[in-house]
C-alpha cells in the first residue's frame, strides 16, 4: 500500500516569511495529492490540491509543486501570517482506488 | 448546508463499555469515509462505505470494531469492549461520489473519545 511521509514535524517562522513543507509518497500510480490544514480541536480542511497531471498549482499566498519521478510533492505559504499556525497534512490516493493516505502531520508556528 | 456532522463530539467511556459513533454525510453526499487520529499522529483510514455497502475496511480492526451506512440514518462506527488504546479522535469525511473520481472528500469536526 501506500506510504507518505512528511516532513518537518514542527516548523517555526518569523511573519511574512516562507513555509515549504515536503511529502514523500511510495505508490507510483498515486495520482491525487490534497493539503489538509487542522487547527486545534478542529476538523482538517482542504487548503490545496493536485492531480498528477500538473506540476504546480497556486492559490494566492498558497502553492504546491509534484515531481513525479521523484515521486515528491510540496506545499509552499509565503508571506505567512499567524493565522497560518496550524497542522498541515499531505496525502496521496493510490491510482483507482478510494482511500487517502495521510503524512503525519507539521506542526507550523507563524510568529511575530 | 450544514456540512458533515458527528455526534458526540466527545465521548468518555469505561474499559469494556460500547462506543457507538456517529455521522451524517453533507446533503447529496452517498460515500463516507472513518478515520482515526491518535494523539500527534496523522489520520489513519479505517474504512470506506457506500449506502449499506462496505467497499474498503483495509484499515480496520479485526476485533472489536464493525461499521455500517445504512439506506436510512447515519454512518455508525461501533467499537466493542473498548480498551485505552481506543482513546482517539474520530473522524469522518463524505463525498458526493468515490474520491476515485477527483472528487473532495469533506470532513467532520470528530468525536474525541476517552476511555478511562
Known amino acids: 500500500g501506500e506510504n507518505v511521509e512528511q516532513h518537518p514535524s514542527t516548523l517555526s517562522v518569523q511573519e511574512g516569511d516562507s513555509a515549504v513543507i515536503k511529502c514523500t509518497y511510495s505508490?507510483?500510480?498515486?495520482?491525487?495529492f490534497p493539503w489538509y490544514k487542522q487547527e486545534l480541536g478542529k476538523r482538517p480542511q482542504l487548503i490545496i490540491d493536485i492531480r498528477s497531471n500538473v506540476g504546480e498549482k497556486k492559490d494566492q499566498r498558497i502553492a504546491v509543486t509534484l515531481n513525479k519521478t521523484a515521486k515528491h510533492f510540496s506545499l509552499h505559504i509565503t508571506e505567512t501570517q499567524p493565522e497560518d499556525s496550524a497542522v498541515y497534512f499531505c496525502a496521496a490516493r493510490e491510482g483507482g482506488g478510494n482511500k487517502l493516505t495521510f503524512g503525519t502531520g507539521t506542526q507550523l508556528k507563524v510568529e511575530l | 448546508n450544514a456540512g458533515v456532522m458527528q455526534n458526540p463530539r466527545h465521548l468518555v467511556r469505561r474499559r469494556g463499555q460500547e462506543a457507538r459513533l456517529r455521522c451524517s454525510p453533507m446533503k447529496g453526499h452517498s460515500h463516507v469515509y472513518w478515520y482515526r487520529q491518535l494523539p500527534e499522529e496523522g489520520l489513519k483510514f479505517m474504512v470506506y462505505?457506500?449506502?449499506?455497502?462496505?467497499?474498503?475496511e483495509s484499515g480496520m480492526p479485526k476485533e472489536r470494531f464493525s461499521a455500517e451506512f445504512p439506506k436510512e440514518g447515519p454512518s455508525i462506527l461501533r467499537i466493542q469492549q473498548v480498551v485505552r488504546g481506543d482513546s482517539a479522535a474520530y473522524f469522518c469525511a463524505s463525498s458526493p461520489t468515490s474520491i476515485s473520481m477527483n472528487t473532495e472528500a469533506f470532513f467532520g469536526q470528530g468525536t474525541r473519545l476517552t476511555v478511562v
Open positions: 505508490d507510483s500510480a498515486s495520482n491525487y
Open positions: 462505505l457506500q449506502k449499506e455497502n462496505i467497499i474498503d
